[in-house]
């Protein structure tokens, strides 16, 4: 089945860094790949997605990268603020054309601190 | 749009008792989800229909789970008999998924917290 890694498990920055968070995945079919923030308590939220035809995708503070030849996706936040602490979930899509399905990764907690 | 839907948000039991967890996608949506999360598991897919037929419950841990899905605006998630280990939130997720493999975001319901004594 499908492998998702992601790295790092926990992060911690200052308020105003950036943050940069990977995801690792083994399905070469793969073709969609979102970020999911969890805030604690709360649902999981789509933040930010790209698709397999595209390499990078921006949203104000907030990017996506992606490496389809090495099969991995990272997460980038600038500017980094106390309301970006969260869980972060990647997952990548596998399954048939029609009928994807998404698989989550192990999840990275991000603490921003003032 | 309220969004999805979900009861109850909170569910205390005893083992060994029935479970009925409820859902409500949003209108319009094809797909939906139950997932389970849990801080040893993580997020986990349970079952996902499209057009309320079941197309993967591979995710399932046993014959105590049941999902089914009546009509396009209503899911249950049933768990009989209960077990301390299916202490989890369980959430349910929909969205509008298109043929072709075009993509589509899934939107989260609250969630319900199952403690099971």
């Known amino acids: 089945g499908e492998n998702v890694e992601q790295h790092p498990s926990t992060l911690s920055v200052q308020e105003g860094d950036s943050a940069v968070i990977k995801c690792t995945y083994s399905d070469s079919a793969s073709n969609y790949f979102p970020w999911y923030k969890q805030e604690l308590g709360k649902r999981p939220q789509l933040i930010i997605d790209?698709?397999?035809?595209?390499g990078e995708k921006k949203d104000q503070r907030i990017a996506v990268t992606l490496n389809k030849t090495a099969k991995h996706f990272s997460l980038h936040i600038t500017e980094t603020q106390p309301e970006d602490s969260a869980v972060y979930f990647c997952a990548p899509t596998r399954g048939n054309t029609g009928f994807q399905k998404l698989v989550f990764g192990t999840g990275t907690r991000l603490l921003v601190s003032p | 749009d309220a969004g999805v839907i979900q009861s109850p948000r909170h569910e205390v039991t005893e083992m060994g008792q029935e479970v009925t967890l409820r859902c409500k996608p949003i209108?319009?949506?094809?797909?939906l989800f139950w997932y389970r999360q849990t801080m040893m598991r993580g997020l986990e897919l349970l079952i996902y229909f499209n057009n309320n037929v079941p197309i993967d419950d591979s995710g399932m841990p046993e014959d105590r789970f049941s999902a089914k899905m009546p009509n396009a605006s209503f899911s249950t998630l049933k768990i009989q008999p209960s077990e301390p280990r299916d202490s989890a939130v369980y959430f349910c997720a929909s969205s509008l998924a298109q043929a072709g493999g075009s993509y589509n975001e899934q939107f989260f319901g609250p969630g319900t917290r199952l403690t099971v004594l």
């Open positions: 209108s319009g949506h094809n797909s």
């Open positions: 790209i698709r397999s035809n595209v």
